[in-house]
């Protein structure tokens, strides 16, 4: 029964921006009806036929209703404009469910990486030939069940459909209860072996870039209530199309306004925020913005002393106990690259008083993002070797050019036109070697 | 054209058409009415545990849902293999586990051995004679090891439930939805709110499988029609549901499935007066044994 509701459903928008023009174009005759009363005669006959369009439509033959109804308005006298509009109803999304594929229906390609939260590797769909990104679960050890993770992990990320959060597009199980496997686009890179790896930093233009698909993956995850709390470079996957997208939703949860009551153990240690460190039990979603990038004072951040943790933390004597107005900015000195814009957001952003840091919104129109350099167009983006794919960069060893005032090496040609001596490391030819006499 | 983003938070996974002509259980032999019966009361066991553990309404609800979604298609869970108790404890496991109120295996099972205690139960399908005046705690009393073995079932169970239902396991509830309604229609009055959860909770444990046919929005308004209706409460004039993305043929079929609820469990109630609904799979193949038999006579 539902199908039939969706596919009526689906025709009632198939002809949705028909409806809307024609209804836009409606209301322009009607505007004009109003000085010429003739014309008003006549936007009224389509407006009926409109009526009458509507009725085939939506109620299949209960005509009597709306023709009470136009009757109603034309006796109250009001303006044509007043007339119902037509009522079309939104399709809501109606996923299936099913139960999960096996596992066998993956051939698995080479290990990435292990984390606490489990295996992931490079796979390939045996039927479509796609590659896909195989994560296992760890399972062992939970005498609850099914970890509350994992099962967070897969509702969120079937929740959060998002261009820069990782698709997940199925879950597959193994032989045995406990093989669970998330099966998610692969993409090319995480963002700290790149960084790892990389010859030269990326480009201010392209910071922003990346900067600005964080961010924009950040805000809708805290639109649908969901924290993160696990950012860091390492859950930031990137493809070779300039594309990053948020992984690893392990810690992951979902709250509430006001926050419910949660652990403080979350957030990779160097990327934790200081009201975490201190032992607050209730947080936001300020603990995220943190994490996209001296001690505190009681200028900075007025409520720290309540914090649990606050009372035995030692804080050294502060040289300048002068009141503290305006925003504090980070040391010019250690940021000599970055501009004053970049300086103020990455100052709020790492902001010691929850209170102070913004939320996602206010940092997507931060105008660091609209002073030059513009942030570069993704396509754009260089590519980089991708270690999860097995490739390595190729290393080839060119001579340097001849040091000024150097001697001239002593060469000796005799014996160029013979065979390579042993073990060098010449070019080879693939797989087999002829060996001469 | 694809569905418009960002209402996931109002929808929910609906059956298709295959999974609803045909069952896993049907497959097996289960007749319609005996599957139906089972499911009612195992989603009126699930609503109990939910109520006995403390649990807020709207996870209870989820619970019921998960375990009503568990039975459909032919590709779903059977009465003849699954026990409708255990897959009710499971789902009330696993939802409590996703939300803020989390509890524990011991607290379910200690629950599911008190409701499904033949003397000690208050439940009429479980116990048709009434619980005596104080029935002795031996009868409903959870020993050790059979805490132990009844653990390892429970959390099988729940992987069960995740494999069946591919982890589509998020269920939105319209109590919420219609509160926000009624406020939009400036019609809020605490009779008519109550009458309003009644009924959706009601349509919970409908033989038409309410929850995962019609979306949550199209349940609040039906809720808020019926509910309007019998609390004389007057609402918008005009075809007001339309503003919430209902129309006219679907309200009608959800007006009457919610009416038609009351009656139902009425019939239910009279043809289990004397012996008590089958939740265990073996009692419900004991069952069909016994129906065999007498069709055979």
Not at chain 1, 122 to 149: C, H, Q
Not at chain 2, 167 to 189: E, K
Request: glycine share 6%.
């Amino acid at each position: 029964m539902s199908t039939t509701l969706k596919s009526r459903w689906a025709d009632d928008n198939d002809d949705d921006p028909e409806v809307e023009a024609q209804r836009k174009h409606e209301k322009e005759k009607k505007k004009l009806a109003k000085a010429t009363k003739q014309r008003k005669l006549e936007v009224k006959d389509s407006a009926q036929e409109q009526q009458q369009q509507e009725d085939e439509n939506t109620f299949n033959g209960e005509a009597e209703r709306p023709a009470k109804r136009r009757r109603l308005s034309e006796d109250a006298g009001m303006p044509v404009e007043a007339e119902p509009k037509r009522a079309i109803c939104l399709r809501f999304p109606a996923p299936e469910w099913g139960p999960c594929r096996h596992v066998d229906n993956f051939e698995k390609l080479n290990h990435i990486e292990e984390g606490s939260y489990g295996w992931v590797s490079r796979a390939k769909d045996i039927v479509t030939g796609e590659i896909v990104a195989l994560k296992k679960l760890k399972m062992e050890n939970s005498p609850d069940g099914f970890p509350v993770t994992g099962l967070r992990e897969i509702q969120m990320l079937m929740e959060a459909r998002h261009h820069n959060i990782v698709h997940l597009r199925e879950v597959v199980v193994g032989d045995k209860m406990d093989d669970v496997y998330l099966v998610m686009d692969f993409l090319e890179h995480d963002l700290k072996t790149l960084l790892d790896e990389m010859r030269e930093p990326f480009l201010p233009s392209e910071i922003k870039t990346l900067l600005l698909q964080i961010l924009s993956a950040t805000e809708f995850l805290h639109s649908h209530w969901i924290l993160h709390r696990d950012m860091k470079t390492s859950n930031l996957l990137m493809n070779n199309r300039g594309e990053i997208k948020l992984a690893d939703f392990g810690m992951a949860r979902y709250y509430g306004d006001p926050p419910p009551k949660l652990t403080q153990l979350v957030v990779t240690l160097w990327y934790r925020s200081p009201e975490l460190l201190l032992g607050s039990e209730k947080y936001g979603p300020e603990i995220d913005i943190f994490a996209v990038t001296g001690p505190p004072t009681q200028q900075t951040w007025p409520s720290f002393r309540s914090l649990p943790n606050a009372r035995s933390l030692r804080l050294p004597p502060s040289s300048k106990s002068a009141s503290v107005t305006g925003p504090v900015l980070l040391p010019r000195s250690k940021f000599p690259y970055l501009t004053n814009a970049g300086l103020a957001l990455m100052s709020v952003l790492l902001a010691l008083n929850p209170a102070s840091r913004p939320n996602v919104a206010e940092c997507l129109k931060h105008p660091y993002f609209h002073e030059d350099p513009r942030p570069k167009p993704k396509e754009m983006f260089p590519t980089f070797p991708s270690k999860a794919r097995l490739e390595r960069r190729r290393r080839r060893e060119t001579p340097e050019a001849p040091k000024h005032g150097a001697e001239a090496p002593q060469l000796d040609f005799a014996d160029v036109f013979s065979a390579p001596l042993e073990g060098d490391t010449g070019e080879v030819g693939a797989g087999f070697t002829l060996r001469l006499g | 054209m694809a569905p418009i983003q960002g209402l996931d938070s109002l929808s929910n996974a609906l059956a298709t058409l295959a999974q609803l002509s045909t069952s896993s259980s049907s497959l097996d032999g289960v007749p319609t009415d005996l599957e139906a019966s089972v499911r009612f009361a195992g989603s009126l066991l699930t609503q109990a545990a939910g109520v006995l553990l403390r649990l807020p309404q709207e996870v209870i609800a989820q619970a019921v849902v998960i375990f009503t979604r568990f039975w459909i298609g032919p590709e779903g869970g059977s009465l003849a293999i699954y026990s409708a108790k255990d897959i009710s404890a499971a789902s009330v496991y696993l939802t409590a586990k996703l939300s803020f109120q989390p509890t524990s295996p011991r607290s379910v099972l200690n629950v599911y051995s008190f409701l499904l205690s033949k003397e000690a139960s208050p439940l009429w399908f479980v116990n048709p004679n009434g619980p005596g005046v104080q029935p002795a705690p031996e009868t409903y009393y959870l020993s050790e090891g059979t805490y132990q073995s009844e653990r390892l079932v429970l959390l099988r169970m729940e992987a069960t439930i995740l494999r069946t239902l591919g982890f589509q396991i998020r269920v939105i509830i319209p109590h919420t939805i219609a509160l926000t309604y009624l406020q939009t229609m400036n019609a809020t009055s605490p009779a008519l709110a109550k009458r309003i959860f009644e009924h959706l909770s009601a349509a919970l444990l409908s033989p038409q499988l309410l929850y995962v046919t019609h979306q949550p929005n199209a349940l609040a308004v039906a809720a808020i029609y019926l509910g309007a209706r019998e609390e004389g409460v007057k609402l918008a004039d005009g075809e007001w549901w339309k503003v919430f993305d209902v129309d006219r043929e679907e309200l009608g079929f959800l007006v009457v499935a919610m009416r038609s609820m009351n009656g139902f469990a009425m019939a239910e109630k009279d043809k289990w007066k004397t012996q008590p609904i089958p939740l265990i799979a073996d009692d419900v193949m004991e069952e069909l044994e016994k129906k065999r038999a007498s069709d055979g006579d």
